[in-house]
């Protein structure tokens, strides 16, 4: 069995406003971060079925694994009630003075686990956008793309 991970890159010029929109509010999320260990601002934001967007920005505490990213942060505050509103898309942004910024800004494994959780309870894929604000934008389909061989539930 062989998965492929297929990762595309868009423009951001290319995007429409709504998507642009989107992308934006995961920017501006980030100026919510408290970073002072790492220095390292992420901001995210989740789209649901009904248009409503949640916002996320990491949290971080000298007790390091108290501490949360910014995707949990806006899928734990925007995903209570999945059964009537799917996650459709998050966007995750991220900027530092002290680091360079990848690229492909991919969400840490505990993240990555959270958003394939969600995609199990609501039976439908979320689809990651990864930006630095740049020109480029990186785009995933849904979770698997990271995590090819995820636990997932399918009925017999």
């Known amino acids: 069995m062989q998965k ?11 995007l429409n406003s709504d998507k642009k929109e989107f992308l934006l509010k995961s920017k501006s999320a980030k100026d919510d971060s408290y970073a002072p260990y790492s220095e ?7 789209l649901h079925e009904n248009g409503h967007i949640g916002l996320g920005s990491n949290q971080e505490n000298a007790s390091f694994p108290s501490g949360l ?4 942060v806006a899928l ?3 995903s209570k009630n999945l059964k009537q ?5 998050i966007a995750i942004y991220a ?7 990848p690229k492909l800004l991919v969400p840490c494994a505990g993240c990555l686990q959270v958003i394939s959780d969600i995609q199990i309870r609501q039976k439908s ?12 934008v990186f785009v995933a389909k849904d979770v698997g793309q990271f995590l090819p061989f995820h636990f997932e539930l399918k009925e017999k």
């Open 85 to 89: 509103n799917k996650v459709l898309q």
């Open 4 to 14: 492929l991970v297929r990762i595309e890159e868009v423009d951001f010029d290319s």
């Open 125 to 136: 894929p979320i689809k990651i956008y990864m930006w630095d604000g740049g020109k480029e």
């Open 40 to 46: 390292f601002y992420v901001g995210c934001s989740v």
């Open 95 to 101: 900027e530092s003075d002290k680091y360079m910024v």
């Open 69 to 72: 990213c910014a995707e949990r």
């Open 76 to 78: 734990f505050e925007s």
